[in-house]
């Protein structure tokens, strides 16, 4: 199980409840579920109850529950780029789903967690398409999955089809395509979406583009480059042509954050893939100082 480990600085005393509300983000439900527990809340050693006083000093534990949800599949194999005792960021693989689903039952990034981490849940703080590359955060309790939500300042990579020589920004909403279940486009009816990008070089058939998105609409990324006439290189289901790559040209290659225990600023990256280097060998880039002063975290 998760411990949170949390130093109470406080004027006065105050209710337990009180504090974790407004000063941690503990939400009313994993209160509850703390509650539940004999040992789910501790102060200095003592169980506790929400409704006692805390005061400047008191040190108290909370023990996040947790279970099984997932079928492990020790046989898989993913990379983790950084981990505390409160989440893990792996570099997950092209062609592997994030959650399980009805054609992915074992191969994906919540079965091989499950078999690391057999006594945690599997919560996923940001996701990836399958045949999206890159940086996935997941959270080992429920507090940091519930405090970290939202927070992943994140930076995509891309190849698109075509030569794009300004930086701009794609303000265009987006709605489930009629007659499907997947495709999305944009439409005046859809829900507000925002992409900036910046563009980093081209060859003489592609364009390399650092993304931010301000909104996480399903596929955005994908849409409003293929609405703007420069699909990504692989994507067909958006019109990329897939010459030179079997699988959309998208990674995620850097994440910004707070540490929501200590407050530090953190970070993670992940080089793109050789298949997408090849299509821009004029672009190369610095990983490890890339773009670090425009984290929004």
Not at 57 to 65: N, R
Not at 208 to 214: D, F, M, N, Q, S
Not at 282 to 287: I, S
Request: include cysteine.
């Amino acid at each position: 199980m998760g411990q949170l480990r949390i130093v109470i600085e406080t004027p006065e005393p105050v209710r337990l409840r009180d504090y974790l509300r407004r000063r941690t983000g503990v939400s009313a439900r994993l209160l509850t579920q703390l509650k539940q527990s004999p040992e789910g809340i501790l102060c200095n050693g003592v169980p506790w109850r929400t409704v006692d006083l805390v005061r400047a000093g008191d040190v108290v534990v909370l023990t996040m529950p947790e279970g099984r949800g997932l079928e492990p599949n020790p046989a898989l194999r993913v990379p983790a780029v950084l981990e505390t005792a409160h989440y893990i960021v792996y570099d997950k693989p092209t062609g592997m789903p994030v959650h399980p689903s009805a054609k992915h039952r074992r191969d994906t990034l919540g079965n091989y967690f499950a078999a690391c981490m057999p006594t945690h849940t599997f919560r996923a703080v940001n996701r990836l398409d399958r045949d999206t590359s890159g940086l996935c955060m997941i959270a080992k309790d429920a507090y940091t999955a519930g405090a970290l939500q939202g927070k992943l300042d994140k930076r995509y990579y891309a190849v698109l089809c075509g030569r794009l020589t300004r930086d701009g920004t794609i303000s265009a909403p987006i709605a489930r395509a009629e007659a499907s279940i997947i495709t999305r486009c944009v439409r005046e009816d859809g829900q507000p979406a925002v992409t900036h990008y910046r563009v980093l070089g081209c060859s003489p058939d592609y364009t390399a583009v650092e993304i931010r998105l301000e909104t996480g609409r399903t596929h955005q990324i994908r849409v409003h480059f293929a609405h703007l006439g420069y699909p990504l290189a692989g994507d067909d289901l958006y019109g990329g042509s897939c010459r030179d790559i079997d699988r959309q040209a998208l990674h995620c290659g850097r994440l910004f954050w707070r540490d929501p225990v200590t407050g530090q600023p953190c970070s993670a990256v992940s080089p793109w893939r050789r298949e997408m280097q090849q299509l821009v060998p004029q672009v190369q880039l610095d990983w490890r100082n890339l773009n670090e002063e425009d984290c929004e975290f």
